[in-house]
């Protein structure tokens, strides 16, 4: 299967501050990637779609100038929490489909673990 | 309203045995639907798809049947081994886009 990477696997962070997640395309174009999140013992809940050079698309109930996603290039889209508060520790998990790979796949990152004290 | 629904939370079977696990979906517009494995603080790994056109599809020890007229789909893991073990997620695709649904997931422990 194709190889997504995310960056950072894990990060801890102050109340207030702002984090940036990186997921990576490493062997394909990837022209729409997805955000989830994943609540411990709960099922991954997407956030977004973002199409490579668009507006992110965001599912009811997530406030989008909080979760700001950036799909810049067809291997990189950028997920930041703004202004980050306890509440938003979770695990994050990226997906990518597109060009040469089945449509109807998504193929997902390995997430990142965030902590916000 | 959760569509898509894996009433077990968790199953244990025995080396070398079946292992069954079920979902079900409430929303008759799923046109494709996906299976992933996914252990702790990783990523989920593709299994196997199947289209609703069909009511099977195989790959090696991976079976899924689907079930339209009932809304239910299941994995057969035959035979079971220890690194089956893990949280099996169901997924369904809803017709346009291209965005997945998933189930709340199925904590397989598959015994020596």
């Known amino acids: 299967g194709a190889v997504v990477s995310q960056h950072p696997s894990r990060v801890i962070c102050k109340s207030g501050t702002s984090v940036k997640i990186e997921c990576r395309s490493l062997d394909f174009q990837a022209t729409t990637m997805f955000w989830y999140r994943q609540f411990p013992k709960q099922s991954l809940m997407l956030m977004a779609t973002s199409n490579e050079g668009s507006k992110a698309t965001y599912e009811q109930g997530v406030e989008k100038d909080k979760f700001l996603i950036n799909h810049a290039s067809l291997t990189l889209s950028t997920l930041t929490v703004t202004s980050a508060h306890p509440e938003d520790s979770s695990f994050y998990i990226c997906?990518?489909?597109?060009?040469?790979?089945?449509?109807?796949?998504?193929?997902f990152g390995p997430g990142t673990r965030l902590t916000v004290l | 309203d959760q569509q898509v629904k894996q009433n077990s939370p968790s199953l244990s079977v025995q080396e070398g045995r079946i292992s069954i696990l079920n979902c079900d979906y409430t929303n008759s517009m799923f046109d494709y639907f996906l299976w992933y494995k996914k252990y702790p603080a990783e990523g989920p790994t593709f299994l196997i798809s199947i289209s609703s056109i069909k009511d099977k599809n195989e790959d090696g020890r991976f079976t899924v049947f689907l079930n339209k007229s009932a809304k239910h789909l299941s994995l057969h893991i035959v035979p079971s081994q220890p690194g089956d073990s893990a949280v099996y997620f169901c997924?369904?695709?809803?017709?346009?886009?291209?965005?997945?649904?998933f189930g709340t997931g199925t904590l397989l422990a598959v015994q020596p």
């Open positions: 997924a369904a695709r809803g017709g346009a886009t291209n965005k997945l649904i």
């Open positions: 997906s990518a489909s597109g060009q040469g790979r089945s449509y109807n796949e998504q193929f």
